[in-house]
């Protein structure tokens, strides 16, 4: 990576990273550049001071993710990480001032270098970010960022924005004491930190002046010991339940590190992230967060040869949670957007819900007062289906039931152009069988949200046995122009995220049905990696729909001649939503109680109608039950063609339905775990419990050949 190398009138060496890719980055060659560049600058007396700049639109975003991920040396990840913070202490302890100056986003280890910096003066550039985003793929700040931060702001204030990986655009930072100064061009910039390092000519570090103290108090100090240490170990457990080391080596390095020296904090942290790099759960999270992430959001699944269109004028039919929570996001984005229901009172209602939501970003300071009144303009309310004329997608976000959507198919079908394309929300209801119902077929795509829209980064895109790579492409187009990332996947009854969602749904219940205590089934489900258990986010989703899209299927496979296939689940379904008239969340009552003022709880009668059993299975016999279901479901997505890509199969569990993202998704957990252990368990479990166990054929042919996912 070239360092280009300049001196001024005033002997003030400017550094300006050039990395020969698109930004730049932390790899083999710039940590060897770097040493270089920084002992010739430490070799000349003349030097007045040292500007550290990017010839890129960003300053510095991080380490090379290919280069940590092929590290699996824990001893020579060590070493590598303290010679890159020999370099950066040999920068801050020159003797001369040092500034960084941040033309842009500085991240991770780029963000290090800038905190090894006296002085930090920012582009006000309203993308730039800034912070340590380490946490979020497995490990932490290895080039002096735990030490440097801990030093600069104290434990209690540093911790938190370490262990949440936590982004700062320019002002917050600003405002966190993160960087100093913000200036309006890149010449100013420049001109600026010249005049700081004149008038700063004998800048040092804090922590390397004489009577130096931590803020916030050394944690070696009694009272400070019992305030913040007992508790924090304790908050992160309930938090991660131990599933993710990183958190938790963040939190060591720091609290060991305040005890001792700079150059022994230093090596902690290395040591810390040595263990961390080189664990199987980095390389699950670097897999999927960065890799496979990086590759969806690129177009991997994306019919290559259809040429970028954005969508400008979007149909939206039905004005309720999801159609009004799809035409928000889709006017944020910037689109012109009709929504219509059955009458004009019932869309102008789901208009006033967008103006709430609005409102709310407003309150927050995430848009201003203008782009909400810009935002509202572009949305029409409307209970008139001519409106939809000029539309170039059409997303129907009515009731799940094949007789409604194909009523609103026929309907806009009649009006819309030739060439407008056709989006199908449903989450169960086969593609295919609705396409049917359209006059242009090769035109209507499956268009999966999840609720609540404006939260769920996920959108799956279905192809229909008639859809066509332009619909295909279309979708994809809109799915990224709305910020969400888009998966693609093959027909079926429940695609694949449904369908493999429905199984923790239903194996939750199914162990509730078999005598198991509720309480220890949720708490299976949540230390499993799985953001709530099986019975709460039945509650969620609504146990009434679940029965309605169940009764819906079973007539599906009564009309094609097929026996449903009943478990366990039905039983629990059944009872809750015919017998006890409990049916979720949004009727106050399902699994749980929901008082107005107080936090939810499991019902107590519960156990009343499904008593406990003789036989208490371990919580690590629920976990593998909750998490094997759901892995080897996905198995049979891609078994069946319903999954063409493990990217897309990873990234949908994880996205989708918060599937353990420490595991790195359903097909990397298999991966994790080995091919032939897994099967080998799949088996033990199959055994007891029954044949949705059984390991597919697809799996043993892996097995056999010795690949995986």
């Known amino acids: 990576m070239p360092i280009h190398f300049s001196s001024d009138e005033h002997n003030i060496i400017t550094l300006t990273f050039d990395h020969a890719g698109a930004v730049n980055l932390i790899d083999e060659t710039f940590l060897r550049e770097f040493d270089e560049v920084v002992a010739r600058v430490a070799n000349d007396d003349s030097a007045r001071g040292v500007i550290l700049v990017s010839a890129k639109e960003t300053f ?37 001032p040092v500034v960084a100056a941040l033309n842009g986003s500085a991240l991770g280890g780029g963000f290090e270098i800038a905190l090894a910096c006296h002085f930090r003066i920012a582009l006000d550039d309203k993308k730039a970010q800034f912070g340590f985003p380490e946490v979020t793929l497995g490990v932490l700040p290895a080039g002096g960022g735990v030490t440097r931060f801990v030093r600069m702001f104290g434990l209690q204030t540093a911790l938190p924005y370490m262990m949440e990986g936590t982004r700062l655009n320019v002002a917050e930072a600003q405002d966190a004491g993160w960087i100093d100064e913000i200036v309006s061009s890149k010449e100013e910039m420049m001109e600026r930190a010249r005049e700081w390092i004149l008038q700063n000519p004998r800048a040092q570090q804090a922590w390397d002046a004489d009577g130096y103290r931590i803020p916030g108090g050394d944690p070696r100090r009694p009272q400070v010991m019992s305030q913040l240490l007992p508790i924090a170990p304790a908050m992160l457990t309930q938090k991660t339940h131990r599933n993710y080391p990183a958190p938790e080596a963040i939190l060591s390095a720091a609290v060991e590190g305040a005890m001792v020296n700079f150059k022994t904090a230093t090596r902690i942290e290395s040591r810390y992230f040595a263990k961390l790099l080189t664990s199987q759960t980095a390389k699950n999270m670097m897999n999927a967060f960065w890799f496979q992430l990086n590759a969806i ?22 004005a309720g949670f999801m159609g009004h929570g799809i035409a928000y996001v889709s006017a944020l984005a910037g689109m012109d957007v009709v929504m219509k229901d059955v009458t004009r009172e019932r869309a102008e209602q789901g208009k006033e819900k967008i103006a709430a939501l609005l409102e709310e970003r407003v309150a927050r300071g995430k848009i201003t007062g203008d782009l909400r009144l810009e935002t509202l303009a572009r949305i029409h309310a409307t209970d008139d289906v001519n409106d939809l004329r000029d539309c170039d997608l059409i997303i129907e976000a009515v009731f799940e039931d094949r007789a409604v959507k194909a009523d609103v198919i026929r309907e806009t079908a009649n009006v819309i152009s030739s060439d407008a394309f056709f989006g199908s929300n449903t989450s169960t209801l086969p593609i295919s069988s609705l396409q049917s119902l359209f006059s242009r077929p090769q035109n209507f795509v499956g268009i999966h949200f999840f609720s609540p829209v404006q939260k769920m980064p996920l959108i799956e895109i279905i192809r229909g046995k008639e859809t066509s790579d332009a619909a295909i492409a279309k979708a994809f187009d809109y799915v990224l122009q709305i910020g969400k990332t888009p998966i693609v996947v ?68 009564e009309a094609e001649g097929k026996t449903f296939p009943n478990d366990a689940s039905d039983r629990v ?27 939810k709880f499991l019902w107590r009668e519960l156990q009343n109608h499904f008593p406990p059993s003789d036989v208490e299975l371990s919580q690590q016999e629920m976990i593998d039950r909750l998490l094997f279901v759901q892995c080897l479901e996905t198995a049979r997505c891609v078994q069946q063609g319903v999954l063409t890509s493990s990217a897309d199969a990873n990234i949908g569990s994880i996205f989708g339905w ?24 799949s088996r033990e479990l199959a055994q007891k419990y029954g044949v949705r166990f059984e390991p597919p054929q697809l799996l043993l042919e892996i097995a056999e050949q010795g690949k995986s996912f």
Do not use: C
């Not at 510095?60 to 990840?77: C, K, P, R, S």
């Not at 010679?83 to 020159?94: G, P, S």
């Not at 177009?299 to 939206?316: E, M, N, Y």
């Open 60 to 96: 510095f975003v991080g380490a090379d993710i290919e280069m940590l991920y092929h590290a699996d040396d824990a001893a020579q990840v060590f070493e590598m990480t303290q010679a890159f913070k020999q370099t950066l202490r040999k920068l801050e302890t020159l003797g001369k």
């Open 297 to 318: 959001k690129s177009g991997a699944s994306r019919p290559k040869d259809v040429p970028t269109h954005k969508t400008k004028k979007l149909g939206v039919l039905g």
């Open 490 to 557: 093959n027909d079926a009854r429940g695609f694949y995220t449904s369908r493999v969602f429905g199984t923790y749904v239903s194996e939750g219940m199914t162990l509730l049905a078999e005598g198991q205590h509720p309480r220890a089934i949720e708490s299976a489900g949540v230390k499993a990696g799985m953001a709530v258990g099986p019975l709460a986010v039945s509650d969620e989703v609504n146990i009434g729909l679940i029965w309605h899209i169940r009764e819906q299927t079973r007539k599906d496979f």
């Open 573 to 599: 379904v059944d009872f809750m939503v015919n017998t006890a008239k409990r049916t979720g969340k949004a009727q106050g009552a399902g699994f749980y109680e929901y008082p107005e003022n107080g936090k």
């Open 658 to 681: 918060s599937f353990a993202p420490f595991s790195g998704g359903t097909l990397q957990f298999i991966n994790a775990y080995g091919i032939e252990k897994f099967i080998a368990r």
